[in-house]
């Protein structure tokens, strides 16, 4: 009777250490894939596109016309017959009112004019949300991937260092090898482990948010996957500063929305003055036995009388909006020349720097470590040499990474500084 337990017990506790893992899909996934699913199923971008279709649908309004009024009214109960509403004959009352409304100075017009360019608007608002969420979905996509390169360098080294402790903890005991050298070589593994720990932690964030962009599912593992190109190519020698500024003004959709304020700040004050003219009211009626005659008919026209009130205070805040929208996009025009200035310089600096390092240089070092390793096995050098060796290894590996990064990063704060996307890997 106890074996059947155990075994149950056992395979009970299987079951339940595997239910409480977590299982990760891994989703190896291009640039262009990334942007274009990022594009279908992006919930922000969805929903600052249907503020377009609102913008749509007042412009629909606008161009609508007033509707008429009309009023029909007669006898309620007769006393004479005792019915309700008896029109039976000429001496039942029956008045009918007819009013239509006219918009005068190009009220109607005016009005389709801003809700026009409130289209406009809604349209320059969703791309420069566009614009940012695009630069942080490829900015993640780029630190991820270098993030990763840069994490198989940890995992490789700790791997090393695990195999050597393992090995020198058997040599220890007999006598082999000093307790020292043991103890050297674990603090430096489990230094490295804590930096690796730190590294995953910015991984899992960037992840996150990545992730978030292209609705992956929480338990997708996501690897970039991207061609790199050439430590010494370069970019800016096709561009040069004032081309990129100009290309900044026409295609940045925050200085266009800017722009787009202003036009219809001025389309509003005219709106607003012509809202001071008074509308005109067509009206005709027709009335049986009310007035003076019967079968009374009349058409007439009517205006409010514009002494009092002509628009005064409407007129004085669409002035001021108007002048505090043109000083915005003057200041609008001061922050790209900054945005574009600060990062052409940025991925100029970049480039530079990274283009300066010996393309050898990496494939020596791995070579290098290597020989390294062989030697230390064969005791051709000390453990201290062999730690600061692969120290130095480490650090060199990730700083390359880091600059290669770096590069990436500053070209793309320059296709958000200009609006284009002057670089795509």
Known sequence: MKKPLVAILTLM????????Q????????????????????NLSLTAQHYNIDIARANTITARLLDNPDFSFATGFYQPETGKF???????????MQFDQLIRTAGKRNKGIAVARTGEQMAEAQFYDLFRTLLYTLRNDFF???????????????????????????????????????LVRIRSQLYTLQAELAA???????????F???????????????????????????KYGYGSLLDSAYVHRSDLKLLSLQVKQNEQ??????????????????YDRLGSYVKHFNNVGLGLSVPLFNRNQGNIKAATASLSASRTLLDAGRDLVESDVSNAWIGAKRSEDLLGSIDPSFEGDLQGMIDAVTRNYRSRNISLLEFIDFYDSYKQNVVQLNALRLDRVSSLEQLNMATGMILYNK
């Open 143 to 181: 630190t991820l991937y270098y993030a990763q390169r840069t994490q198989e360098v940890y995992r490789i080294e700790i791997e090393s260092l695990e195999r050597t402790a393992n090995a020198f903890a058997a040599e220890v005991p007999l006598g082999n090898l000093p307790k020292k050298d």
């Open 199 to 209: 590294l995953q932690g910015n991984i899992d964030d960037t992840e996150s948010e």
């Open 85 to 95: 509403f008896d029109l039976s004959n000429d001496h039942r009352e029956v008045a």
């Open 13 to 20: 506790s299987l079951a339940l250490c595997s239910f409480g």
């Open 211 to 237: 992730k978030l962009l292209i609705r992956a599912g929480g338990t997708v593992y996501v690897r970039p996957e991207c061609k790199l190109p050439s430590d010494r190519s370069t970019l800016l020698d």
């Open 268 to 285: 509003n004050l005219g709106l607003q003055k012509a809202m001071a003219v008074p509308d005109l009211t067509l009206t005709g009626g």
């Open 22 to 41: 977590v299982y990760r899909d891994t989703l190896s996934i291009g640039l262009d894939s990334v942007e274009a699913r990022f594009l279908r199923v």
